[in-house]
């Protein structure tokens, strides 16, 4: 009896052991790895929809990105379909800002759904990770009302582009020691409240005096205000965004950090 259960335990170990290998985090590209990508074509995989308080998932969905790349912005469509066959067909837009993608949903193009349902629109940043020979989107996202950009539940995107052979080369060569954490821990940009009706506060905390910008854009890439520009000391920092004199018919905007030539950024919301 104790040599079989000395031998169950052993293979629990292993199949545990292989189980957290097979879920260790995938390597996130940094910013020089993802401007070499062609981003063009279909990514698909699926989109987890979180519970109410985020602790846990309520839904999967089959998620579809269609890209269309041009420099850094992004434009194209999504698909999502849950386990009903009901769908929702819509156009979106976005733009890369070092590693991320910062996209937004802003039009049902075409739509199955129940009488009174809403399909709400996906928005937020998506890191681009190295998977094998593939490439994949991943991410928690927010997702916001069809109308207003009330908050829904949001959830989590994965992703991974269908055919990658325009990147095979680059993907090869990426040295997975050479990867970015998907949050650099010297700059943690926060915003509050977020959403924000008028105004948001931005905080950053600089661990070294550094040269820093701080520029605020709307989804489709366009610069609304240029919050800071010049050295700073090392510290913590907060910065007054002003919604109300940055007119965006989307309400999302992506606040854009320079630090020492480094890229770092964060989605804001405006309820309207």
Not at 79 to 103: P, R
Not at 173 to 192: C, E, G, H, L, R
Not at 233 to 245: E, H, I, Q, V
Request: aromatic letters at 10%; a negative charge; one cysteine or more.
């Amino acid at each position: 009896m104790k040599s079989i259960t000395i031998t169950l335990l052993a293979a629990f170990m292993i199949i545990a052991g292989a189980a957290k290998a097979v879920q260790a985090p995938l390597p996130i590209l940094n910013a020089e790895q993802v401007a070499k990508l062609d981003l063009n074509g279909k990514w698909s995989g699926k989109r987890n929809q979180y519970s109410w308080d985020k602790k846990s998932f309520i839904e999967s969905f089959e998620y579809e990105f269609e890209l269309k790349q041009d420099g850094d912005k992004i434009t194209g469509t999504s698909t999502i379909v849950n386990a009903n066959g009901e769908y929702a067909e819509m156009k979106l837009e976005g733009f890369i800002i070092g590693n991320k993608l910062h996209f937004r949903e802003y039009e049902v193009k075409d739509a199955k759904r129940p009488e009174g349902k809403v399909w709400c629109y996906k928005s937020g940043e998506l890191n681009f990770a190295k998977d094998g020979d593939n490439i994949r989107l991943i991410g928690a996202t927010d997702s916001y009302m069809e109308v207003y950009n009330y908050p829904c539940s949001g959830g989590y995107t994965d992703l991974v582009k269908v055919d990658n052979t325009n990147n095979l080369n680059q993907v090869v060569v990426i040295d997975n020691s050479n990867t970015a954490d998907v949050k650099d821990p010297a700059i943690d940009i926060s915003v509050y409240p977020n959403p924000f009706i008028d105004n948001a506060t931005i905080s950053y905390n600089l661990v070294d005096d550094s040269k820093v910008k701080v520029e605020v854009y709307d989804i489709s890439g366009k610069q609304v205000s240029a919050l800071f520009e010049g050295s700073q000391k090392a510290g913590s920092y907060t910065l007054n965004f002003d919604g109300k004199g940055a007119a965006s018919q989307s309400g999302i905007f992506v606040v854009k950090m320079t630090v020492n030539g480094a890229l770092f950024s964060k989605q804001l919301v405006q309820i309207h």
